[in-house]
């Protein structure tokens, strides 16, 4: 299990930090904390190229350093890394620039093995998509992005499972609801919402939703293996039967106390483009937190 936390400012990604780690420390995961800043243009590209090691003023050339600083202060002071990467101090003269517009640093994590601090610099989701691509990560948790059509294209376009931080209230007490249906990926939507269950110490609400007021065997036998799986977990949980439209049960359900754990959709990527899907509408109707699971 690799986990992918995309910050992308020190006045708006304090909640996806939070929430990211504390996942990491449920999956004890080798965690990476990426900002994707603005694309470097080609005269300042060449200077950063002259100063390789030593590079002086990165605050102007390298647009995205102090968003990773604050992320390094943010660990430091949660305790997330080693006390000897603490007192060493966020190390902004020597990133290790591996070309392809990415720069990292190395920590040893309390929580995890490793967490290390990424910059990489251009469109944020092409970014991201080479990011995951490229590093196979299992989990990428980002921030509900105020532009709906990023999130929206990030869960679609992003190879792994997507955590979107939505409107998260460090002072509120969560509960997780999870989506239980027929569709491939519930089981492993089950497993994941049971760890962050574990992670932030909640009960786990799990609903089945049907259009028509008669379940079947699919429907029947998933929640029936949901139940089983959190029995042997040791969850508290609880599980309704309901009946509507998908969409909105699940909105009127979550409310803004809840954290949706579903599946992905595994239909045609240009239906899904065109007309949406479950997890995706879900995502844009919500004001809740939401794991969509691949």
């Known amino acids: 299990m690799k986990i992918l936390i995309a910050v992308s400012s020190k006045e ?8 990211g780690m504390n996942v990491s420390r449920a999956f004890k995961a080798p965690t990476t904390i990426v900002d994707v800043g603005e694309k470097i243009n080609e005269f300042s590209t060449k200077d950063v190229g002259m100063a390789h090691e030593r590079i002086e003023s990165w605050d102007f050339y390298r647009p995205g350093v102090d968003v990773l600083e604050w992320a390094f202060d943010y660990l430091a002071d949660k305790e997330f890394i ?8 966020f190390p902004k003269n020597t990133l290790v620039d591996i070309g392809g517009n990415r720069c990292e640093v190395y920590l040893k994590g309390t929580v995890c ?6 910059l990489r610099n251009g469109d944020i989701i092409a970014e991201l998509k080479d990011e995951v691509q490229k590093h196979h990560y299992d989990v990428t948790i980002i921030g509900g992005s105020q532009k709906r059509r990023m999130a929206h294209d990030l869960i679609q376009y992003i ?16 509960k997780i609801l999870i989506a239980v249906d027929d569709s491939p ?49 040791n969850i508290s949980f609880g599980h309704q039967f309901l009946v509507g439209d998908p ?17 992905s959709s595994t239909q ?12 995706l509408n879900v995502m844009e109707t919500c004001k809740c937190p939401i794991l969509i699971v691949k």
């Not at 708006?12 to 929430?19: A, E, I, N, Q, R």
């Open 247 to 263: 969409v909105q049960v699940i909105y009127e359900v979550a409310g803004d106390n809840h954290i949706i754990v579903m599946g």
């Open 12 to 19: 708006y990604s304090g909640p996806t930090l939070s929430v």
């Open 185 to 233: 990926n519930t089981r492993k939507a089950v497993k994941y919402g049971t760890r962050v269950s574990q992670a932030f110490n909640v009960p786990v609400e799990m609903i089945t939703v049907s259009k028509k007021d008669e379940f079947g065997d699919g429907y029947t036998n998933a929640a029936n293996w949901a139940k089983k799986f959190l029995r042997r977990s």
């Open 113 to 118: 093995d490793n967490v290390n601090l990424i």
């Open 159 to 174: 190879d792994s499972s997507i955590f979107v931080v939505n409107k998260y209230d460090l002072n509120q007490k969560y």
């Open 82 to 89: 080693e006390r000897s990467d603490i007192e060493a101090g």
């Open 268 to 279: 045609n990527p240009l239906l899904k483009f065109f007309k949406g899907s479950k997890p």
